[in-house]
């Protein structure tokens, strides 16, 4: 059973930073892409990065500059770095996978259970 257990959320300030953690666990065959999503109150979800296993990053363009994803491979664990955050970037952050096991090596989404990060003053 894989289980993806995300970490480091909170309340800060504008133009403060926060480092999100997610942490895979279970017996995993290979991570293809992992990432993290938000779903802001009221609004649809959105990816906000994701990283390959080749090492190719996206993000999302209201992101860009402000947000890294890296990731400890040895560990099975990802990180976004959030720096300079805003108000709009109040949402919950849920970390993904794509991954497979070795029960059933075929890729497949798995999803955490989401962390609240709230940007106020």
């Known amino acids: 059973q894989v289980q993806l257990e995300e970490s480091g959320g909170g309340l800060v300030q504008p133009g403060g930073s926060l480092r999100l953690s997610c942490a895979a666990s279970?017996?995993?065959?290979?991570?293809?892409?992992m990432g993290w999503y938000r779903q802001a109150p009221g609004k649809d979800s959105e990816m906000v990065a994701t990283?390959?296993?080749?090492?190719?990053?996206d993000y999302a363009d209201s992101v860009k500059g402000r947000f890294t994803i890296s990731r400890e491979k040895a560990r099975n664990t990802w990180y976004l770095q959030m720096n300079s955050l805003k108000s709009e970037d109040t949402a919950v952050y849920y970390c993904?996978?794509?991954?497979?096991?070795?029960?059933?090596?075929?890729?497949?989404?798995?999803w955490g259970q989401g962390t609240q990060v709230t940007v106020s003053s």
């Open positions: 993904s996978a794509n991954l497979w096991v070795p029960t059933n090596p075929v890729y497949r989404d798995y």
């Open positions: 279970g017996s995993i065959g290979s991570i293809n892409t």
């Open positions: 990283l390959t296993s080749g090492g190719n990053t």
